[in-house]
């Protein structure tokens, strides 16, 4: 069975400087995606970015962007200029080849200083 | 566009009540999910449909009922709910197996005394 671990469980930063949360996961299969899903009070799961495990290139979503290292199974997003609406839960998660879902970790609380 | 959504937004249980958690998504989509969120957790894949007439079990499907008779709906059933069953319940839907990403409903907050 994949896990995702988040060893982060809360991070904080201030307004306007770079943050990086990290995720690990362990999985056997070589077809993947990878995604990060953020969680503000309102308890809405908001996709952030997902990356393709076959692609090499970081993926990039305006101020977003990951570090994926298949070799090592790390997959950590890079915050920039942070924003007070950035502040919320942040959730990595792993899809398989299957039909079984998504694999969660447990979580890291972002707190954005003004 | 509605999306996925769910009702009710919050319930409350007494313990071995029955409930039925409503999830309908309007973008045609092959797959549903339900997912679990306990405090300090991630989201737990509770059961899963890949389409109309077709579910399966996910990670943590005991105490749970599913079915999937169109492929708007997809309701979760309690039949006799239990405390440990008080979580934050989230259905998911996607246009298929693959690995596009999932459409998540607000979610419903279930509380069982």
């Known amino acids: 069975a994949q896990t995702v671990t988040q060893s982060q469980p809360e991070m904080s930063v201030q307004e306007a400087e770079t943050v990086t949360l990290s995720c690990t996961y362990d999985t056997s299969e070589s077809d993947y995606y990878l995604f990060w899903y953020k969680q503000p009070p309102s308890r809405q799961m908001i996709l952030v970015i997902r990356?393709?495990?076959?692609?090499?290139q970081n993926a990039t979503e305006n101020r977003f962007s990951v570090n994926f290292q298949k070799a090592a199974k790390s997959f950590s997003l890079k915050i920039s200029d942070s924003q007070l609406g950035d502040a919320a839960m942040y959730f990595c998660?792993?899809?398989?080849?299957?039909?079984?879902?998504?694999?969660f970790g447990k979580g890291t609380h972002l707190i954005i200083q003004p | 566009n509605a999306g996925v959504t769910q009702t009710p937004k919050f319930q409350v249980l007494k313990t071995g009540q029955s409930m039925t958690l409503q999830c309908a998504q309007d973008?045609?989509?092959?797959?549903m999910s339900w997912y679990r969120q306990d405090p300090g957790m991630g989201l737990r894949l509770i059961h899963y449909?890949?389409?109309?007439?077709?579910?399966d079990q996910g990670e943590v499907p005991n105490g749970y009922n599913v079915s999937r008779s169109t492929t708007e709906d997809f309701p979760l059933r309690l039949l006799s709910a239990a405390p440990s069953q008080t979580s934050v319940y989230f259905c998911?839907?996607?246009?298929?197996?693959?690995?596009?990403?999932?459409?998540f409903g607000d979610g419903t907050r279930l509380s069982i005394l």
């Open positions: 449909s890949v389409g109309a007439g077709i579910t």
């Open positions: 990356q393709e495990a076959y692609k090499q």
């Open positions: 998911a839907s996607k246009p298929g197996q693959g690995n596009q990403p999932q459409h």
């Open positions: 998660a792993y899809s398989g080849g299957g039909a079984d879902g998504l694999t």
């Open positions: 973008m045609n989509h092959e797959y």
